[in-house]
């Protein structure tokens, strides 16, 4: 039996089917529906999303969120849960970031006493989806994390975050790439639309054809042309030869009495589907060989 599709509830349903909604206002309530209070949280006491999806941080936006932050003050709360006797970010990871470089040591945070590790996870895909644009390989990492961890199949979470069950396969197929291709793609060396054309059976050594990709500043038409010509430069397998069946004791001696009579190498092929058939060939090395074999045959007569 398949894997049972469940329903997904409010969080990243309702949502990301309706662009309109606000985060902030989701997150604001607990699981019942109710308002969560606003605490002044020591920044020490706070630890990093571990179902964050976003794993590279620009520093210098990060700057300039900070000197926002130092000059106009938090104008939105980050979202945390407690978490053995800590507090682990839900939402504003950025914020609480910035806020340490703008040297805050407390944040205005909602705090949640209970919050499920799914309704987390669920929630940081989402803020990043809404506010920041992640790369391929944490987009893809953040969908592969859903489906392995909280019973999602590829129909729950194309339907979910509005996008098309293909365009989910294609993302997680990004993970097949090696390690060092995945880099370059977190890096931004190499583009999304690049990299997918790095997953064609025809390419035998993705990392050294990306690391052409970027050596070169190769775009998708360059390295489709690329991957055509890998394709027919590659040598075409040789249809299988049979083993030769073992000629019949009677041919045999009759192979040597014709090539004691024309004084040359007879051949014989044989026919691979009816053994009573095929080929005799007889070889010469000359045309004076040539003529000596004609004269043999005239000779019968």
Known sequence: MG????ALGMGLSAI??????????TIQKDENGQTVKIEK???????????QPRT?????????????????GLI???????????????????????????????????????LSDK????????????????????VAKSYEKLLENYGYTHDDLAKSVGKSRSAITNSLRLLKLPEQVQAWICEGKLSQSAARTLLSPEISDP?????????????????????????????????QQKEAQPLDPNISAFLQK?????????????????ASKGRLIIDYYSFEDLTRIQEKMEGLN
């Open 3 to 6: 894997k049972k599709s469940f």
């Open 207 to 239: 990392e050294a054809v990306a690391r052409d990709i970027i050596e070169k500043g190769m775009n998708v038409r360059d390295i489709e042309k690329l991957t055509k010509e890998n394709k027919n430069s590659e040598p075409k397998p040789q249809p």
């Open 119 to 138: 309704k987390m996870a669920e929630w940081s895909l989402i803020e990043n989806i809404q506010r920041v644009d992640l790369n391929a390989i944490e």
């Open 76 to 114: 939105q709360p980050i979202t945390v849960r407690k978490f053995n006797g800590r507090y682990q970010i839900v939402s504003g990871e950025r914020r609480t970031r910035a806020a340490k470089l703008a040297g805050w040591t407390t944040i205005d945070a909602y705090v949640h006493e209970l």
């Open 16 to 25: 990301m089917n309706n662009h309109t909604n606000n985060l902030d206002e």
């Open 258 to 274: 014709m090539e004691e009579f024309f004084g040359t190498k007879i051949k014989l092929q044989q026919s691979a589907d009816n």
């Open 56 to 72: 590279e941080f620009n520093e210098d936006e990060l700057v300039e969120l900070a000197e926002t932050i130092e000059q106009q």
């Open 41 to 51: 949280i020591n920044l020490d006491l706070i630890d990093p999303n571990p179902y």
